[in-house]
């Protein structure tokens, strides 16, 4: 599984409430995009030798939104967004989540995904709580400005795809309510990879939940734990939407790993691997059994949810081209 720094220090706490934060990113360029059909980046990627970009004959457009990357800062460093003028970070952002994430959507799509200044990722938890909201809207301000740009300037009436990770998942879920809920672009929608995040079921008047795994216009969401992980008290909603991205569905019933189509592991080079986890839908969390793998038994987390997407790569590969299929298809 691809793997990101962990959080050694965090920005400076504003003692007024306040915290500066970095120029904008600018659009019309493409040193503002993580991935762009037109360059050549990581998105383009595939694992092993089977699968190809298929971007260059693609019908529709998915805009992928990553998930947190910037989880490290320099002392005396207040800011709680990242800077797209950090190389380092814009590197991380390549070669983790949008290699092994965003290129899985390449065998439907053509990739569009905008850098932004992302929060911190100290913003989840008790260290950040102070600054969180407004951390998280100067993000979501560049996701919006990115999106109406790709809509002005590279969309031309096309079905779209919305996807997301985790903080990405955040700005993909406040998207979709600012931009297609009760709007014309509802009726362009292929479907909405919410994953990561907990999304109520009932969160859209127009945009139900995913049952079956050509069904478009929808959302699909899920959030991966060992079989054996506590969930704390008070986390287990039931009114949490999750969908099991083996079948396809919402049925609680345990998905044999022989659905399994291929997973992608840390050596993203070496290909998928067949069968490699099953899958079960437990209250609002999607549960699984320990992935094997060279090396193991060092993996001994019991929260999945930096391999969310990775454990089940081909098989979201395959459900966002049949969609996509399926949409144009009418």
């Given at each position: 599984m691809f793997s990101l720094a962990t959080c050694a220090s965090?920005?400076?706490?504003?003692?007024?409430?306040?915290?500066?934060?970095?120029?904008?990113?600018?659009?019309?360029?493409?040193?503002?995009?993580?991935?762009?059909?037109?360059?050549?980046?990581?998105?383009?990627?595939?694992?092993?030798?089977?699968?190809?970009?298929?971007?260059?004959?693609?019908?529709a457009d998915v805009f992928f939104i990553h998930p947190t990357i910037y989880t490290d800062t320099r002392k005396d460093d207040r800011m709680w967004n990242a800077s797209l003028d950090d190389e380092k970070l814009n590197a991380d952002v390549g070669e983790s989540t949008i290699l092994n994430q965003a290129s899985i959507f390449n065998g439907a799509a053509k990739v569009y995904a905008p850098r932004y200044r992302q929060?911190?990722?100290?913003?989840?938890?008790?260290?950040?709580?102070?600054?969180?909201?407004?951390?998280?809207?100067?993000?979501?301000?560049?996701?919006?400005?990115?999106?109406?740009?790709?809509?002005?300037?590279?969309n031309r009436g096309r079905p779209v795809i919305i996807a997301g990770h985790s903080q990405g998942t955040l700005h993909a879920e406040r998207l979709l309510e600012d931009r297609f809920t009760g709007k014309a672009l509802r009726?362009?929608?292929?479907?909405?990879?919410?994953?990561?995040?907990?999304?109520?079921?009932?969160?859209?008047?127009?945009?139900?939940?995913?049952?079956?795994?050509g069904q478009t216009g929808c959302f699909v969401t899920?959030?991966?734990?060992?079989?054996?992980?506590?969930?704390?008290?008070?986390?287990?909603?039931?009114?949490?939407?999750?969908?099991?991205?083996?079948?396809?569905?919402?049925?609680?019933?345990?998905?044999?790993?022989?659905?399994?189509?291929?997973?992608?592991?840390y050596k993203y080079k070496a290909g998928p691997i067949p069968e490699l986890v099953w899958a079960e839908i437990r209250g609002a969390g999607l549960f699984t059994n320990k992935p094997s793998f060279f090396g193991d038994i060092f993996f001994n987390?019991?929260?999945?949810?930096?391999?969310?997407?990775?454990?089940?790569?081909?098989?979201?590969?395959?459900?966002?081209?049949?969609?996509?299929?399926?949409?144009?298809?009418?």
């Open positions: 965090i920005p400076d706490l504003p003692s007024d409430g306040s915290f500066p934060v970095p120029p904008p990113p600018d659009y019309r360029s493409s040193r503002s995009w993580a991935a762009l059909p037109s360059t050549d980046d990581y998105a383009d990627r595939t694992p092993g030798d089977s699968l190809q970009d298929m971007q260059a004959t693609a019908q929060a911190h990722v100290a913003v989840f938890n008790d260290d950040g709580a102070a600054v969180k909201q407004r951390a998280l809207d100067t993000a979501y301000a560049d996701v919006l400005a990115a999106f109406d740009h790709y809509l002005r300037h590279y009726d362009r929608l292929v479907a909405a990879y919410l994953v990561g995040m907990p999304i109520r079921r009932d969160r859209y008047a127009d945009i139900p939940v995913c049952e079956s795994a899920w959030r991966t734990y060992r079989e054996d992980f506590d969930v704390p008290p008070g986390a287990d909603d039931p009114e949490v939407a999750v969908v099991n991205p083996l079948t396809w569905t919402t049925d609680t019933g345990r998905a044999p790993a022989s659905l399994n189509e291929g997973g992608v592991l987390t019991k929260n999945y949810h930096i391999a969310d997407y990775n454990l089940f790569w081909v098989n979201v590969r395959n459900n966002a081209r049949a969609r996509v299929q399926g949409f144009v298809e009418g």
